[in-house]
Structures are given as structure tokens and as C-alpha cells.
């Protein structure tokens, strides 16, 4: 670890080295590139860097109004500088008016808390290796900009015509409330229908145990609002879907990353991490993980159930691609563990359309008050008319025959992809069973940060590792979306830029 990243694990963040170093650290990382630059460039004296690194961490929240700073040797220790350095930073910064001199008590930090702005609190050298830069742009892309890295299905291959038949259907029921806010839990008729589609893959709830969100983004805020507090610990898998980093980071919590094999979370690692941190939630996902494609095994979920009960964990299971499985149910936590310390969160944005914001969380009975209580209080209501409109979509013939569409046209995409990937040098992870990601990794000395940087320059973009992990070896890997990937453009452009040399690992 760094010096700077010793100071930011001195303050608190005790998650694991490279991920503060990537998701909490980052402000440390601009200081770092002060003192790397040529003599013209570097930054004037040791004491400005020192006051700069501080600056960040009061700007991004990590020191709030009335937090006691450092001791001065201890500072001086992390940062590998004199006493005198931090002294004259200190008194600098109380100049400034950004911290406060007791006497006898030390240093703090001075002044109201500072907005918090995602952007500001972790800035990476690498645009392209930006979860914040990265979605933006996918969002805003140009219809012809190819997107092998994306994680949506295309347009073409949503049920266009269900969609325009549900939205007629609506507009012409007079019974319907076109203008009212929803119920406290959620339009009930979806609620039941969501009920018997939960049952299917062996999650038993009832109509009662849903509430419906505006998103699974939105569910899963919930759960953190309901569940932790700023300083908690909570576990996620590495690699983990990159949403979930400014979210934890927006909830002010530690993180630990879990790493992963081809059955699952590795359980004994798993294990440690639960003994080590004591988290307050574990953040997964059982089927077609994203960005790994992986499938739990039945073992493995078993073995996580134990733990889970053993070091009072609560775990937040996404359910987001399950409408994906070709064959019988798999695996579910919540399954095995009848939503008692298992929460299930889900969404039909990736097989109705993602412009349908509805999402939902199945939890155990106790627990449905105090999260209504806490949506009504963030958000007021869930869309009445998104909720009616995937109802009916649901509850149509026709949702059932565009699976199976969907799942046949998925897994031709997925056999045509990994043919190519193979062919061009790639080695995938696993062999996912359904679902739409693939995880591969580069031939040796190749960059995927590079690489997405190279291809971007012809329009097309893949998501390179460290959007998903900080793991040392995160930079030889791409996750690729099968359904995004049959454009001849995207293997093009991905093999042009493996012959780039600056592509390769210096």
C-alpha cells in the first residue's frame, strides 16, 4: 500500500488494498501524479502536496466538519515526510480556513459538510476506465457507435410489438388511474403476478412480501438505507457489476471484495472476509452474474447460507437477468433460505425494455413496513403507470413466446461470440450457460484499458476490466455483451487494437 493509501485506511476505510486504492483513494492518486511528473511539472513544494491530499479528502467527504486530523507524527509516518512538512501544512490550512488549530487537542477540520459529488471523490487517470465516464457515454452514444461492452440488449430485440399493443391497451382502460400516485407497496395486480413468477423459480412470497421500486438500483438503495450506516462494512464480488461502486460510495460504507470461482464466491475466502470485517450485507448475484456470467452451484450456496447465518450477514441477491435461463430454475439464496436473512431484488428492464423503470424487493414480513416507510420518505411513490403497463405485459401471451425468442437468439449470439473470441486470441472465463456476458481474458502483455481507449477512436466501445475490479490482474480482461458483439466492427476494431503496441504492458 502506498503511503497516501495508508492514510485513507487509517481513516476508516478498511476495505481491501486495491479497492480503496481504486474506489476510495483516487484523490491520493492525483497527488501521486504530482510528484511522478518531470521537474517542470511537479508540484512546488512537498507541503502543497501534503495540503492537497487533505483538501481532496475534506472535499470528497472522507474528513467531515469537526473531524480530527492525523496527529502530526503519525502523518509525517504515512506520508514518509518530516514533522516540520505536516506542521507548516497544517498551519497553511488553518490559514485557509479549511481546518481548525485546539490547543492541546490537535487539528480539525473547519466548516459545513461539502456537497458530495461522485465525480470529484474518485477521478481515475483512465477516462475510459471510469465507471461515471463509461456510462455517460454509453448512454449518449451515437446510433451508430457499436457497443460490445454494453449492458442492454439491442433495441431490435425487444418485444416492440407488445410493448405498442400494452400501451394501447392502457390508454383505452377507463378503469385505470392515469393520474393518481400508486399504493404505499406498489400496483397490487403486479405484486400478485410477481408472487407467482418468484414461486416459479422456488422463491416462495407473498403479494404482501413485494414492494415495488422504480428500478433495481432503487431496490437495492432501500436495502442499504434500511439495513446499514455510514461506516458499515459490506462485501460485494470481485468483479462486481460497476453500478454498485457509486452507490456504496453515495452510502458512505466500507467495502470488502469477495472473490470469485467458476462455481460461485470463493466460500473459504468468503469466509475470512466475514471473520475479518464483520459486514453488514453482502451484495451478489446467483444467476448470469454480471459482468462473469457465472452460475451458482447448489454447493456453494448451501455453504454460503452457513456463513451468512453464522456471522449474521444479510444478503441482497439480484435478479436482474433471471427472465434469461433457458432451462429449469437454478440456484436461488432465496430460495434455500425463504427470504429469512435473504433479500431478492429484480427488474424487467433487460427483456421488456430498459426505458420501463419498475423494479421490485421480495423480504421477509417484518421487514415491509420499515422499507415502504423509507420509500414513501425518498421517493414518495413507485410509477403507478410503468408498474400497470409491465403487468400486462407480463400477463400476456406474448411476453412468454419473446422469451423463448430471446433465449434461443441469446444462445446462437453466445456460441458465435465465443467462436470469435477464441479465433482472436481471447481465452473466456467460464462458458456461461445462458445470459448475455462473457468475461475473457487478453493474451499476455495486453491492456484492456488500452485496448477500449484504441477502439474508442473508431467508434466502438468495450468495457475494460477495472470498471469491474481492482485486482491485479483486472487489466487483462474485457466483459463483452453476446448480443452487442455480432458487428463485424467490434472484432475488427478489438484485433486492430491488440496489434497496437500501444496496447502492450510496459
Not at 410489438?161 to 390508454?171: E, H, K, N, P, T
Not at 482472436?424 to 456461461?432: A, D, F, H, S, Y
Request: glycine share 6%.
Amino acid at each position: 500500500m502506498s503511503p497516501f493509501a495508508a492514510v485513507v485506511a487509517e481513516s476508516g476505510w478498511r476495505g481491501q488494498r486495491q479497492l480503496c486504492t481504486v474506489w476510495l483513494n483516487c484523490t491520493d492518486q492525483l497527488v501521486i501524479q504530482m510528484l511522478e511528473r518531470s521537474p517542470k511539472e511537479r508540484a512546488p513544494t512537498r507541503v502543497a502536496s501534503v495540503m492537497a491530499t487533505l483538501k481532496a479528502r475534506i472535499e470528497n467527504r472522507a474528513l467531515a466538519p469537526g473531524a480530527r486530523l492525523p496527529s502530526v507524527r503519525a502523518l509525517a509516518a504515512s506520508l514518509a515526510v518530516s514533522k516540520s512538512t505536516i506542521v507548516e501544512a497544517y498551519e497553511r490550512l488553518v490559514a485557509e480556513g479549511e481546518v481548525t488549530a485546539r490547543r492541546g487537542a490537535g487539528f480539525f477540520v473547519a466548516g459545513p459538510t461539502r456537497p458530495l459529488m461522485l465525480a470529484q471523490t474518485c477521478e481515475p487517470r483512465e477516462p475510459v476506465a471510469d465507471w461515471l465516464r463509461t456510462h455517460r457515454a454509453a448512454l449518449a452514444a451515437d446510433p451508430d457507435f457499436v457497443q460490445p461492452g454494453s449492458g442492454w440488449l439491442p433495441e431490435s430485440w425487444m418485444p416492440e410489438a407488445g410493448i405498442q399493443r400494452a400501451l394501447r391497451d392502457l390508454a383505452r382502460d377507463r378503469a385505470f388511474r392515469k393520474t393518481h400516485y400508486d399504493s404505499a407497496a406498489g400496483y397490487e395486480p403486479l405484486r400478485r403476478q410477481l408472487a407467482v413468477r418468484l414461486g416459479e423459480r422456488g422463491v416462495v412470497a407473498s403479494p404482501e412480501q413485494i414492494v415495488l421500486t422504480d428500478s433495481t438500483t432503487q431496490a437495492i438503495d432501500l436495502a442499504m438505507r434500511f439495513l446499514v450506516q455510514p461506516g458499515d462494512v459490506v462485501a460485494v464480488d470481485d468483479p462486481s457489476y460497476f453500478r454498485l461502486l457509486p452507490l456504496l460510495k453515495a452510502h458512505r460504507v466500507e467495502v470488502v471484495a469477495a472473490p470469485l470461482t467458476p462455481e460461485g464466491p470463493d466460500v473459504e475466502a468468503l469466509g475470512v472476509l466475514f471473520a475479518a470485517h464483520s459486514p453488514r450485507l453482502y451484495l451478489t448475484a446467483a444467476a448470469f452474474h454480471n459482468p462473469t456470467g457465472l452460475t451458482l452451484s447448489p454447493a456453494v450456496a448451501h455453504r454460503i447460507l452457513k456463513l451468512v447465518e453464522r456471522h449474521q450477514v444479510v444478503v441482497v441477491e439480484d435478479e436482474i437477468f433471471a427472465d434469461f435461463e433457458p432451462g429449469p430454475p437454478g440456484t436461488r439464496l432465496a430460495a434455500f433460505d425463504g427470504l429469512e436473512r435473504v433479500i431478492q431484488v429484480g427488474s424487467y428492464s433487460k427483456t421488456v425494455s430498459a426505458a420501463l423503470r419498475c423494479g421490485y424487493l421480495a423480504l421477509r414480513p417484518d421487514w415491509v413496513d420499515p422499507v415502504i416507510d423509507l420509500k414513501l420518505a425518498t421517493a414518495l411513490s413507485s410509477s403507478h403507470f410503468a408498474a400497470a403497463f409491465l403487468h400486462r405485459m407480463l400477463t400476456e401471451a406474448g411476453y412468454r413466446r419473446h422469451l423463448c425468442a430471446l433465449r434461443a437468439r441469446l444462445a446462437d449470439a453466445m456460441g458465435r461470440t465465443l467462436t470469435r473470441l477464441k479465433a482472436t486470441g481471447l481465452t473466456p472465463w467460464i462458458e456461461p450457460r445462458g445470459g448475455v456476458f462473457l468475461w475473457a481474458r487478453l493474451p499476455d502483455r495486453l491492456d484492456a484499458t488500452a485496448i477500449a481507449r484504441l477502439a474508442l477512436g473508431e467508434g466502438v466501445s468495450f468495457a475494460p476490466g477495472p470498471v469491474f475490479s481492482a485486482a491485479p490482474d483486472a487489466h487483462a480482461y474485457l466483459r463483452f455483451n453476446a448480443a452487442a458483439s455480432l458487428s463485424p466492427r467490434s472484432f475488427d476494431a478489438l484485433e486492430r487494437a491488440m496489434a497496437d503496441p500501444r496496447a502492450r504492458v510496459a
